[in-house]
């Protein structure tokens, strides 16, 4: 076996798994299959449930119009969403990974699917998953806070003023590309099979990337990156602003998941080149 630069480690044989099949109906019969698809719908139900009661605490707490002189100031800030979104995506993931591999995010199921790591059907059924447990989520935030609720916007995403389409997009695009990025980096097989000065605990990058694009988009789009995030807080808040943005946290998670997967697996990973070994050897 080969030693690394510093001939201290070795590193362990690797053989890259075969892809998953396109269309698997025998998961359809497995147990373990509806487990994973249970564990997404609560996974994403929880999710929702801790951030949108963050994002509208802090929106009462540092209301002005309540005659609180010390409002600006009271609440997590936006900062303290981003932790809420970040740290709750690592508790999430480190509970699920093991049964459904933690996606609680149509784009990450989406970019793994590209990359032939999960099947047509297992990320049809996830994605389904995941957007009745983000409205079961929030629905569960507007029962316990109805008022609320709707006076501070249900937690749904929505275009900031002064921000054209093409900039909350772009925004989405980037910020889904840091996830899916980080979610192909830190759970490659590859890298499970070296030895390693720091060994790396997935959810905990995980966590941290959708922690810093929180901070970086909230401003702009209130940070989508999750399609089932944002379609869970529209069906709930219903009104026609998230509505009438909600393609654009749709279109540019998936587009950012899809760029992501084809960097990874065809760039860093030499898929392309491996493919074109594999044509000739075979020519």
């Known amino acids: 076996m080969a030693k690394d630069v510093e001939g201290e ?9 075969p892809p998953a099949p396109l269309i698997d109906v025998e998961e359809l019969g497995k147990w373990s299959f509806y487990r994973a698809v249970i564990a997404e719908f609560i996974a994403t139900l929880l999710f929702l449930y801790i951030t949108v009661a963050t994002v509208i605490g802090y929106k009462h707490m ?10 600006a100031c009271s609440g997590v800030g936006i900062l303290g969403i981003a932790w809420a979104f970040g740290g709750m995506i690592f508790i999430l993931v480190y509970c699920t990974a093991g049964i459904s591999g ?25 994605m389904i998953a995941q957007c009745l447990g983000a409205i079961c989520g929030v629905g569960l935030v507007k029962a316990f806070q109805k008022a609320f609720y709707v006076h501070y916007g249900g937690g749904a995403n929505t275009l900031a003023s002064g921000y054209s389409r093409g900039t909350g997009l772009g925004a989405e695009i980037i910020g889904t590309f840091v ?3 980080t979610v192909f980096s830190a ?9 390693s000065h720091v060994p790396v605990l997935a959810p905990l ?15 702009i789009t209130g940070t989508g990156i999750n399609p089932a995030r944002s379609f869970g807080a529209a069906v709930i808040y219903n009104k026609d602003k998230a509505w009438d943005d909600q393609w654009i946290f749709w279109v540019g998670p998936f587009i950012g998941a899809a760029i992501a997967a084809i960097y990874y697996q065809f760039v860093l990973r030499a898929g392309a080149v491996k493919a074109l070994g594999s044509f000739r050897s075979n020519a």
Request: charged fraction near 20%; aromatic fraction near 12%; avoid cysteine.
């Open 9 to 17: 480690f070795t590193a362990k044989d690797y053989t890259d798994p």
């Open 62 to 71: 540092s209301d002005t119009n309540l005659g609180n002189p010390d409002a």
């Open 102 to 126: 933690g996606h609680i995010n149509p784009a990450v199921t989406f970019g793994l699917f590209l990359a032939r790591k999960v099947s047509l059907v297992r990320a049809l059924l996830y």
């Open 179 to 181: 996830l899916v990025y």
């Open 187 to 195: 759970t490659d097989p590859k890298r499970n099979a070296r030895d």
């Open 205 to 219: 990058p995980i966590g941290f990337a959708v922690f810093m694009v929180h901070l970086a988009t909230i401003p």
